[in-house]
């Protein structure tokens, strides 16, 4: 009796040691290939007056708040915009139900942990008949009495006898299947992992979005810069072709140079007329990122003037670490980890705890009561014993899985710094291009304006008007072009870091 007391009091205590143990690989994050510095930021070391941060491995930091980066801009209607999409954009709305969808799986997969317990009740009424249909010929007060006695519950007269009652009866069954070899614990780490996923497909959906957004806007008004060029050029091309007309009655031009002039006009005016083309594109791309009918969303014109805002030369990798997409493939790499340890248990047997507690009677006053009371309970261990090299295939299976998005991960990682480094050089040769291109509008201009001049005084002929007018419109619409690229490359840099950045944000205790 002693014995069997001690074994029923360590059984708990083994189970829960077992229940210590996960099979499978505990997830390590794998290393990624990096450069500690960005190519394209090198050559200074301290910006502001402030020495920059070493570089560092880069870990996810998704969680880091990004801000309304966008602000940086100072543009009043891109803020509008900006916070218009976030709540309106339809495939943010999309990422944020499949992120909580996401959620609830987690859920789904905690929920093994626990037992469960079911109970059903029944009501069943039933209608028996007993006797045998004859009575004896001897005896008629018996028969008498026993017809009597028959008609008395409800029977007929040939002696059958009939009786009604009603059976309730109430099981109870609780069943549980202990997690000894972490298979629960593996199933919830890899639904956790792919929620944690999710959430960082969320944020990088809308960042996207938040992108495209700030990237069609300052193209849009590239486009009302070009409209402001080409009206302008329409202008002067009207004024040059009324100085051609006075010089043809001067004697001076021909009339070829007037057709010429002509052309050279309605060219201009057909180039003014196609450039709405774009940017009413543009305008119904925007209406659909903030979730309007492009039908009903007009943005009003407003030439680009703003420049890039203030690049740092040297970037802390920590800023790196905030892109959502790093984020979500190292979960992914986490959960691909977490599948291995769930192919890994199908081999180990399951041990399922189970007990069931029944009750009936003829009436609900009898439930309960402890003589009509039965129960039972005990353990059922099974393993499988033969499965064709089913859990072998399933575990090679995982570790492949793992091994592909170990490869995706530093993919990732890859293009993420090219992304940097792509938008830092064009930054880089934008700005220097633009020195150079100002410098050539304003020798196309003052170029433009000798040569009409000289063919004011007929020192040249018309043709040299026209290449001089051609070679200004040319170096001006360049000019236009550089400076709404440096800010479609500005948001793609911003983009390219996670969101944005402040020294504040990045400091890590």
């Excluded at 077992?18 to 910006?47: H, I, Q």
């Excluded at 954009?89 to 905690?110: H, P, S």
């Excluded at 849009?220 to 060029?229: H, I, P, V, Y």
Aim: with cysteine.
């Amino acid at each position: 009796m002693k014995s069997r007391m001690i074994h029923y009091t360590l059984l708990p205590v083994f189970i829960a040691l077992l229940t210590s143990c996960a099979v499978g690989p505990d997830y390590v994050r794998p290393s990624a290939p990096m450069s500690k510095t960005f190519k394209e930021a090198k050559g200074k070391s301290v910006v502001g007056g402030k020495q920059r941060r070493d570089w560092k491995m880069a870990e996810p930091r998704d969680q880091m708040e990004r801000g309304e980066w966008w602000t940086m801009f100072h543009d009043p209607e891109l803020n509008i915009l900006e916070e218009r999409l976030n709540h309106c954009n339809q495939t943010i709305k999309t990422a944020l139900a499949n992120y909580m969808q996401a959620r609830a799986i987690v859920d789904e997969a905690r929920a093994a942990f626990m037992p469960t317990f079911s109970a059903n009740a029944s009501a069943t009424r039933e209608r028996t008949v007993n006797g045998s249909g004859s009575f004896s010929s001897s005896s008629q007060t018996g028969t008498t009495s026993a017809g009597t006695a028959n008609i008395g519950r409800g029977s007929s007269s040939s002696g059958t006898t009939t009786h009604v009652s009603t059976q309730h009866s109430l099981i109870f069954t609780a069943s549980w299947e202990p997690d000894i070899w972490g298979l629960v614990r593996r199933q919830v780490e890899a639904s956790a992992s792919a929620a944690q996923a999710s959430a960082a497909l969320l944020a990088a959906t809308r960042l996207s979005a938040q992108s495209s957004l700030a990237q069609y806007y300052f193209e849009l008004r590239g486009t009302e810069a070009n409209q402001k060029l080409l009206n302008n050029t329409v202008a002067a091309y009207k004024k040059t072709l009324k100085l051609t007309e006075n010089q043809y009655k001067s004697g001076v031009a021909s009339r070829a140079d007037i057709v010429q002039a002509q052309a050279q006009l309605e060219a201009a005016q057909a180039l003014a007329i196609n450039n709405g083309v774009l940017r009413a594109q543009y305008e119904h791309a925007i209406a659909v990122l903030i979730g309007l009918p492009p039908a009903v969303f007009t943005l009003p014109p407003s030439p680009l003037k703003a420049a890039p805002p203030p690049i740092p030369v040297e970037l802390p990798s920590e800023l790196l670490e905030r892109r959502p997409d790093i984020a979500q493939a190292e979960r992914l790499m986490q959960q691909a980890n977490a599948q291995i340890g769930v192919a890994v248990a199908a081999y180990f047997p399951t041990l399922t705890l189970t007990g069931n507690a029944s009750d009936s009677g003829t009436g609900l006053a009898h439930w309960f009561s402890l003589p009509m009371m039965a129960w039972s309970y005990g353990p059922q261990l099974s393993q499988l014993i033969y499965d064709g090299g089913l859990r072998n295939a399933q575990v090679r299976a995982a570790k492949a899985g793992y091994s592909a998005s170990v490869a995706s991960y530093r993919q990732v990682v890859l293009t993420a710094f090219q992304n940097v480094e792509d938008n830092l050089a064009s930054l880089r040769i934008l700005s220097n291009e633009m020195v150079v291109q100002n410098k050539a509008v304003a020798s196309a201009r003052q170029a433009l304006k000798l040569v009409i001049n000289q063919y004011k005084a007929g020192i040249v002929a018309y043709s040299s008007v026209i290449t001089a007018q051609i070679t200004a419109y040319t170096a001006e619409q360049n000019a236009v072009n550089i400076n709404y690229q440096r800010m479609v490359a500005a948001v793609g840099l911003i983009t390219a870091l996670g969101g944005g950045w402040d020294e504040s944000s990045i400091k890590c205790a």
